[in-house]
């Protein structure tokens, strides 16, 4: 187990998030823009269309600027944000997949060396030359696309993998195919609403804006009509029974995730068919806006996604607090709860605090409440708020609010709802001896009186 | 933190293959990626220099180094991702004790870099902000620095405890930097800046030396640049390389080992800046390809010397044969590397002249190879994943 990093103000899962959902807004931009702007350049040639060059110019500029470079960055921004919150979860995915990232990084070589080709080489090859540069932009991208797929329904659906150990079998797992194909069919609504956004920003009367504004309109609502019906006709479907459980608890999936995805797709949608039915009416500002609402509703579907496997990061593999729970782990791997349980966390873990200083605990004679802040700083910090270091605007499910909210105020009551909390779906059993549990109640008794001072009384925790 | 520990913080799941393979791609994919972010550095640093200067050339130059430092910017995040691959698989508990205790800069590492690379663009864009310009060096190198406190943390497993602990009581923030060295930073990051910088303008004045449109005078005077930034590199290389040996160097019991390699590559670079020429710029490049690999395989050295104090023997990591993706990884390089290089070619042809110029016919015959070689992908890899849907079932 490593050390755990909370967060700076801002809980480290909301960093994950906010870096996760910029990176999928430009990534699938990136993809499905590179076959649209293929499909462009060939009309170009083909009917002799030699002025919308300049929509192709346009879109690359921002692609080569933003989509690419700043796609690829905050793809390794996912990354180092996950790495920084949730170590030994990314530590699963690189020991199975780190061929498969490595293949996907001769994509991103690609995809960034090629954008950069494909703008600068504009007039100064062959017309043929520079649409077999696009489709290589095209075919690469959607290798990228290709590959990650596998790797993102991995952690909720490692299927096989959890007998076989098998990198192949977590690749191509249960939920592989439909979000592959959704996730396809969805990007070219993204793409659509970005080509409005560059196509907007031509004159007005410039043909290519006439032209490639309902083109893009119907590309789109095709993805957008396609990719919906992907998602929930199959996508949805094949996922096993927990995570339909939880699509139905609101404490897990809370009713605004719902409403962020309905937004962004009939915001979508409505600027889609405007496209279509008036495109006159569409500007560069309102594409601009349609991709912030369609931000707004990517982030709650990932959101939705990522809580889908809750309590685990990779499900029936590793709790979100790191912890092996799986009984026949693949490879001979041990579940890891048991023995934390038997023998003490504070005994197993090198990072769970200074052997002998000042926050040792009781086993050094000191300071319970200080071992117990590092007991649920452990188990508890990956989804929630646990101390005033990432209390910023609420924080994440803060505990102390959680807490207060239940009527748990005092050690002895939350003790025992410790003890009870392996009961949700969404949470694991507490680990730890019998005494650290009550370490971890005194600690949350500290953190709920400092966060709610009118709770303190005479005699009690502060 | 004691060697069981330190053995027991690896992933139960092992490496997919032996640890000696990730070691060799680690090492080789670093030279690729340092090469361009020391070149980005160097770029930029010289291309605000000629900014705030009037001469002709200088203001020429500076044009020059600024659409390299963008381009290079881009190619050293791109090439940085695979290093960061490698070292998560056989040195784990390092990297990750590492991005764990300082987490706020790990987190910040790419919004930083990303910050930067958008101001260079403006700054490329519009060529006459140089304030951007100064911001988006400050960012890159805020970056740097965090890349190096991250990978020289781990070099210190004895202290990790404590920096993470500080009296016994952990810090969760993330917001203080541990375990670095100011010697090395520099070295490898100015030092080499200056001479990735050399070697570029080399590469530059080599390439349009048959261009009619671009002056000889101008060529001469990079050259005369380039020939300055490889003095100034080795230089700094050498004399901070010394203290780097002589600080972290002697605490790990490696002061030699780096003196003799920084040395080497200063007097080396020192003396061929006498003699170096854009006619022979393949050479500079290589000779400074085999530079970067001597350092980085210091490095690697310091790293396996440092870890293996404590008991982690690297080429001792666990490890499982993964042949699934083995086999995913040599598919997807066999379909890549020819496209990569097909792509070379067009951009290497399409400047040759100032109007642009296709490629010969043999490249666009390679280059529809490429193409059907990406196809070709496609199709292993919807028969693989059949394969495995079949078998599953």
């Given at each position: 187990m490593y050390p755990v990093w909370e967060g700076y103000l801002i809980h480290s899962a909301i960093v994950v998030a906010i870096i996760a959902v910029a990176h999928v807004l430009f990534s699938h931009v990136t993809v499905a823009a590179t076959w649209f702007n293929w499909w462009v350049e060939r009309k170009a040639l083909l009917e002799n269309k030699p002025y919308l060059q300049d929509y192709l110019k346009a879109s690359a500029l921002r692609l080569l600027m933003l989509a690419y470079t700043l796609g690829a960055?905050?793809?390794?921004?996912?990354?180092?944000?996950?790495?920084?919150?949730?170590?030994?979860?990314?530590?699963t995915l690189i020991h199975n997949f780190v061929f498969y990232w490595a293949a996907e990084w001769f994509w991103f070589i690609i995809d960034v060396f090629g954008i950069?080709?494909?703008y600068y080489t504009f007039g100064r090859v062959t017309p043929k030359t520079h649409a077999r540069i696009g489709l290589i932009l095209a075919l690469a991208a959607s290798g990228t696309l290709a590959i990650i797929v596998g790797i993102l329904g991995f952690k909720l659906t490692p299927g096989a993998w959890l007998q076989t150990g098998l990198s192949l079998d977590g690749f191509y797992n249960p939920s592989f195919w439909p979000m592959l194909f959704a996730r396809f069919a969805l990007m070219f609504a993204l793409t659509a609403l970005y080509a409005l956004l560059v196509a907007g920003s031509l004159p007005k009367d410039h043909p290519a804006r006439q032209e490639v504004i309902p083109l893009a309109g119907k590309v789109g609502l095709v993805g957008l009509l396609l990719g919906s019906a992907l998602v929930v006709f199959w996508y949805v479907p094949s996922l096993h029974e927990h995570a339909k459980t939880l699509?139905?608890?609101?404490?897990?999936?809370?009713?605004?995730?719902?409403?962020?995805m309905a937004a962004g797709v009939i915001a979508s949608g409505l600027v889609l068919?405007?496209?279509i039915l008036s495109p006159k009416r569409v500007s560069a500002p309102l594409g601009y806006l349609a991709l912030a609402l369609a931000f707004l509703g990517l982030f709650g579907a990932e959101r939705t996604r990522e809580v889908l496997r809750k309590p685990d990061v990779i499900y029936g593999y590793m709790g979100s607090n790191q912890i092996i729970f799986a009984e026949k782990a693949p490879r001979g791997i041990k579940a890891e709860a048991p023995r934390l349980n038997e023998e003490g966390v504070l005994?197993?873990?090198p990072f769970a605090v200074a052997p002998g200083a000042k926050g040792a605990g009781p086993t050094s004679g000191q300071d319970p409440v200080e071992a117990g802040r590092v007991l649920v700083t452990l188990q508890c910090s990956s989804c929630h708020t646990v101390s005033k270091n990432t209390a910023f605007l609420g924080g994440l499910r803060p505990l102390p609010a959680l807490l207060k909210r239940r009527g748990m105020t005092d050690a002895p009551a939350i003790r025992a709802y410790l003890e009870a909390i392996g009961g949700f779906p969404y949470m694991h059993p507490t680990v730890?001896?019998?005494e650290e549990k009550e370490y971890m109640a005194m600690y949350l008794e500290r953190l709920v009186k400092e966060f709610f001072p009118e709770l303190r009384t005479e005699g009690g925790a502060k | 933190m004691n060697p069981e520990a330190l053995l027991s913080m690896r992933d139960p799941l092992g490496a997919p293959i032996h640890p000696l393979p990730i070691q060799i791609l680690l090492v080789v994919t670093y030279v690729l990626h340092i090469f361009f972010v020391t070149a980005a550095i160097g770029s930029l640093a010289v291309g605000l220099y000629g900014l705030s200067r009037s001469e002709e050339n200088w203001k020429r130059l500076a044009q020059v180094a600024v659409r390299l430092a963008t381009q290079a910017t881009g190619l050293g995040i791109t090439m940085g991702i695979a290093p960061l691959l490698f070292v998560q698989v056989i040195y784990d508990p390092a990297w990750y004790t590492a991005t764990t205790v300082m987490g706020l800069w790990t987190t910040l590492f790419i919004p930083a870099v990303a910050l930067g690379y958008l101001f260079l663009y403006i700054l490329y864009l519009r060529g006459n902000i140089v304030g951007v310009g100064y911001v988006s060096l400050l960012l890159l190198l805020l970056a740097g620095w965090i890349m190096h406190n991250l990978s020289s943390f781990g070099l210190y497993p004895s202290r990790w405890v404590e920096w993470y602990a500080p009296g016994g009581v952990p810090d969760t923030r993330g917001v203080a930097f541990h375990g670095y060295n100011l010697p090395r930073f520099g070295a490898l990051l100015f030092g080499q800046a200056a001479l990735s910088l050399g070697v570029m303008l080399f590469l530059f004045a080599w390439y349009f030396r048959r261009r009619?449109?671009?002056?000889?005078a101008f060529l001469a005077f990079v050259e005369s640049q380039a020939r300055g930034a490889l003095r100034l590199g080795s230089i700094l290389f050498g004399l901070l390389g010394a203290v780097w040996a002589f600080s972290q160097g002697a605490e790990l019991g490696m002061a030699l080992p780096v003196l003799i390699v920084t040395l080497a590559v200063a007097a080396t670079f020192f003396l061929h800046s006498q003699k170096a020429s854009s006619e022979r710029a393949l050479s500079t490049l290589g000779l400074y390809g085999l530079a970067l690999l001597v350092v980085g395989i210091l490095r690697e050295g310091m790293r396996t010397a440092a870890l293996g104090r404590m008991g982690y023997?690297?080429?001792?990591?666990?490890?499982?044969?993964?042949?699934?993706?083995i086999l995913f990884f040599v598919a997807t390089a066999l379909a890549a590397v020819p496209v990569i290089v097909y792509l070379a070619q067009v951009i290497y042809a399409s400047g040759l002249k100032k109007e642009g110029a296709d490629p010969a016919p043999s490249v666009e015959r390679f280059g529809d190879l490429g193409v059907r070689l990406l196809v070709g992908w496609f199709i292993f890899y919807f028969a693989l994943g059949l394969y495995v849907l079949a078998r599953t079932f």
């Open positions: 960055m905050f793809g390794v921004g996912i990354w180092f944000s996950v790495t920084a919150s949730n170590p030994r979860g990314i530590s950069a080709v494909y699509l139905r608890i609101p404490q897990a999936i809370q009713p605004v995730f719902y409403i962020k068919i405007t496209a005994q197993r873990l730890g001896t019998s | 009619e449109d671009v002056p000889q023997g690297v080429l001792q990591y666990p490890f499982v044969w993964d042949w699934g993706s």
